[in-house]
C-alpha cells in the first residue's frame, strides 16, 4: 500500500489558501479517481482508499492542523504498517515559484512547519515529497502569506499543476524518484 499524505488546514476558512495546496492535489486524486474521504478520528485525519491495477493508494488529510502534521501520518503507517519508503507527502512552498512542483527524495524541513512536524515524527529526512510552488512571497511574513488565499491569477496557475500531479503521483510509484524527477521537475 502507498501512502500519499496532502497536508494542509482542516475547515472552511483554510479551503483556498496557499497552506492547503497539498489537500488540494489529494482532493483531486480522490475526484479522478471518483473516491471520497471519510474521517477516521484514531488515526487524526480524513482517509480515502483507491485499488489502481497496479497498485493500492490511501490517501489521507490530518485533521491535525499543519504544525502536528507528523502525528496523523506516523499513526496511519504504523496502524497499516506502512514503511516510510512507500510514503509520499505532498505540500506547499514558498521558494518555488505559483504553477511549478517539485519531487525531492529526502532534505531538510526548508522552515515547513508540516514537514517539520513529519520528520520529527518519524525521526527521519528520508521521505519522498512532492512540493507544489506557492511563491513568490511578497515582503509580508510567511505565517502571514501562507494563510492568505489564493489570488484567482495563482489559482489559474495552480489548476494544470494539481492536475499534473495527479499524473506524477502515479508515475512515481511504479516508476521511482529518478525517473519521476527527470520527466516533472
Known sequence: MKLIAGLGNIGDKYIFTRHNAGFMVV????????????????????IAKYKSSAQEYMLIKP????????????????????P??????????ISIPAGKM???????????????SVIKSLGSSNITRLKIGIGPQPPVPSEAFV???????????????????????????????????????
Open 27 to 46: 482532493d483531486k486524486f480522490a475526484v479522478d479517481k471518483g473516491i471520497s474521504f471519510k474521517e477516521d478520528k484514531r488515526l487524526k485525519c480524513f
Open 63 to 82: 485533521t491535525t492542523f499543519m504544525n502536528l502534521s507528523g502525528e496523523a501520518v506516523q499513526l496511519v503507517m504504523n496502524y497499516y504498517k506502512i
Open 84 to 93: 516510510v519508503s512507500d510514503v509520499l507527502v505532498v505540500f506547499d512552498d
Open 102 to 116: 517539485r519531487f525531492r527524495a529526502n532534505g531538510s524541513d526548508g522552515g515547513h512547519n508540516g514537514i517539520k
Open 147 to 185: 494563510l492568505q488565499n489564493f489570488s484567482p491569477e495563482q489559482l489559474e496557475l495552480l489548476k494544470p499543476v494539481i492536475k499534473k500531479s495527479v499524473e506524477a503521483i502515479e508515475y512515481y510509484f511504479e516508476n521511482g524518484i529518478v525517473k519521476t524527477q527527470n520527466l516533472y521537475n
